[in-house]
């Protein structure tokens, strides 16, 4: 089973810019689409962007398509998520999971497991 360790959160102000890192346990990293959650206070798991095993098909929700872009690089068993133009809507705790099999580009969590612990974005106005 693939472990997930999500890193490079923080404090930014609106307008800004985070990449978070996802770190992957299992050398099986490369045979998985994988995506990016994130969780608001009081709200729902939703998705924000996934890409398939090789890179080279991605997929990104509406309001974050322009600003975010998902990558991995599979030799290092990583995948980053590129933030910028940060609003303050975007503030959560943002999660990395693995396709379990389902729809990678569904957006819906049940097409993922093995969910990191989560690393936590505020953006301030």
């Known amino acids: 089973q693939v472990q997930l360790v999500e890193s490079g959160g923080g404090l930014v102000q609106a307008g800004g810019s985070l990449r978070l890192s996802c770190a992957a346990s299992a050398h099986t990293f490369s045979n998985y689409a994988m995506g990016w959650f994130r969780q608001a206070p009081g709200k729902e798991r939703e998705f924000v962007a996934a890409?398939?095993?090789?890179?080279?098909?991605?997929f990104y929700a509406a309001s974050v398509k322009g600003r975010f872009t998902i990558s991995r690089d599979n030799a290092k068993k990583t995948m980053y998520l590129q933030m910028n133009s940060l609003k303050t809507e975007d503030t959560a705790v943002y999660y990395c999971?693995?396709?379990?099999?389902?729809?990678?580009?569904?957006?819906?969590?049940?097409?993922?497991?093995?969910w990191g612990q989560g690393t936590q974005v505020t953006v301030s106005s």
């Open positions: 890409i398939t095993w090789s890179g080279g098909n991605t």
């Open positions: 999971a693995v396709n379990n099999g389902g729809s990678w580009y569904s957006g819906d969590p049940a097409d993922f497991a093995s």
